[in-house]
């Protein structure tokens, strides 16, 4: 089975800008999750889709957003973009049932200049 | 959620057991403890994940103890390329604490 495949994989904008980020989850998995990853932050999440419905949001402003399409696949979106916003993003499927472990892809890094 | 604590950093020498310990006193009798690694630019790679007994897969066993309040990963043979950031979760919506740095020494 392939993997979770994020793109793009790096990622340069300017402050104010906007920038979307797409996932491709395993095949088979429903939920999707983003999380995002600094140095001095860790590993936050952002929020969970499934089924196309956000079922689980972290404590992001509301410049973060996301969506999910009928074939599981997910994009992130982040308006109005920041220096802080600079960080790999990370996207994570599982087939959201139970005790189903995530499933991470390698992240874009967006740095925001 | 249940809180999980775990050392900052840890070393072990290539060849030997690699022990990572984790305390997760506040889980809860449903929630199940998952393990995963991150190396250097890389996303986080699911290891192991169990709820009351001890299990093994190919790449690592877990220990949990019995009132379910710490567990431990075994690295059986730690090689270079375990060197690693070590996570351990008791997941509602996985939230992430800072994990153990591993090093495994030459």
């Known amino acids: 089975k392939a993997g979770v495949t994020q793109t793009p994989r790096y990622l340069i904008k300017t402050r104010g800008q906007q920038v979307t980020l797409s996932c491709s989850p395993i095949s088979g998995h429903r939920s999707v999750s983003w999380y995002q990853q600094t140095p001095g932050q860790g590993l936050q999440f952002l929020f969970e889709y499934f089924s196309e419905t956000q079922r689980n949001k972290g404590n992001f402003p509301g410049r973060f957003s996301g969506r999910q399409f009928s074939n599981s696949r997910s994009e992130m979106n982040v308006s109005t973009l920041e220096l802080g916003d600079s960080a790999l993003y990370l996207c994570?499927?599982?087939?959201?049932?139970?005790?189903?472990?995530?499933?991470f892809g390698n992240g874009t890094r967006l740095t925001v200049t | 959620d249940a809180k999980t604590t775990q050392p900052t950093s840890m070393d072990c020498a290539e060849g030997r057991a690699a022990n990572l310990p984790c305390n997760h006193s506040t889980i809860s009798g449903n929630e199940y403890v998952y393990w995963y690694r991150q190396i250097h630019s890389q996303g986080p790679q699911y290891i192991i994940h169990g709820l009351k007994n001890n299990e093994t897969n190919e790449m690592a066993s877990l220990i949990i103890t019995e009132d379910r309040k710490s567990s431990t990963l075994i690295l059986p043979h730690a090689t270079l390329r375990d060197t690693a950031v070590y996570y351990c979760i008791a997941p509602e919506n996985f939230v992430f604490g800072p994990g153990t740095r591993l090093s495994v020494l030459p």
């Open positions: 994570a499927s599982s087939n959201g049932q139970g005790n189903s472990p995530l499933h």
